[in-house]
């Protein structure tokens, strides 16, 4: 298995519990924009393995995994550098059901129709390696 595709799985569980620590942190304490930024930022780094890994591996990807991808990243960034309780709370959950979303779209417990319905081999030179 691809180490980068291995990276991309693993690191991605562990910013799925980071998110949920945001949305935890600012309903007990209220909200800490430095530590969204960081999860912020730490998912944009997962995106950009994810998106290499996917030049990287013949495994076919449904096109429904990075754009879930992409909109939670959106919701993340619109909720990290704010100070309202609110905001940070409905920005992390909605971006933590993107990403548990995302998530079920290739994972073996996942829906099949994601699986079988817009999906996108990487490029033929990869395949042919």
């Not at 309903?27 to 930022?41: D, N, S």
Request: aromatic share 10%.
């Amino acid at each position: 298995m691809n180490p980068l595709f291995t990276a991309h799985k693993h690191y991605g569980s562990l910013l799925l519990v980071l998110v949920l620590a945001v949305i935890l942190v600012a309903l007990v304490k209220g909200p800490k924009p430095v530590f969204q930024r960081i999860v912020a930022v730490l998912v944009d780094i997962n995106l950009v393995v994810g998106l290499v890994a996917f030049f990287q591996t013949a495994r076919p990807i449904s096109w429904f995994h990075p754009i879930l991808a992409l909109g939670a990243v959106a919701f993340l960034h619109i909720g990290a550098k704010s100070e309202d309780k609110g905001k940070v709370v409905r920005c992390f959950s909605i971006a933590l059901v993107l990403l548990v979303a995302a998530w079920a779209v290739n994972a073996s417990w996942g829906p099949a129709w994601f699986k079988t319905n817009f999906v996108k081999l990487p490029a033929v030179s990869v395949i042919a390696k």
